[in-house]
């Protein structure tokens, strides 16, 4: 069974920096993909960035290329990823989810898994 949990959320000035963790558990797949999505309450949810287990490849979406780096670390039996997040901006606020996949996908609609979510929250 697949467990992703989050941790690193909390409150920071605008322009500041976060890192957000999250443990993998039982990813078992020869090769799968883990990234960070987000959410703000009342609007859809937004792809952040994802990495590829099998090639290290990354993508980000354009709100966030520059500032955010994702890095994962690890084996299948126990996977870590991070996003390190910098020069962070007022509507970089939200929920942000840990999520895993099969396959690399920039939609936010096709992870299959998830954690349970850590915030952010950029002040002004």
């Known amino acids: 069974q697949v467990r992703l949990v989050e941790s690193g959320g909390g409150s920071v000035q605008a322009g500041g920096s976060l890192r957000l963790s999250c443990a993998a558990s039982g990813l078992t797949f020869t090769s799968f993909a883990m990234g960070w999505l987000r959410q703000v309450p009342g609007k859809e949810r937004e792809f952040v960035a994802v990495?590829?287990?099998?090639?290290?490849?990354?993508?980000?979406a354009d709100s966030v290329q520059g500032r955010f780096t994702v890095t994962v670390s690890g084996d299948n039996a126990k996977t870590t990823v991070n996003l390190t997040m910098s020069s962070l901006k007022p509507e970089d606020t939200a929920v942000y989810y840990c999520?895993?996949?099969?396959?690399?996908?920039?939609?936010?609609?096709?992870?299959?898994?998830w954690g349970q979510g850590t915030q952010v929250t950029v002040s002004s």
């Open positions: 999520v895993a996949n099969r396959v690399v996908t920039r939609n936010p609609n096709f992870y299959d898994y």
């Open positions: 990495i590829s287990w099998s090639d290290l490849s990354t993508y980000y």
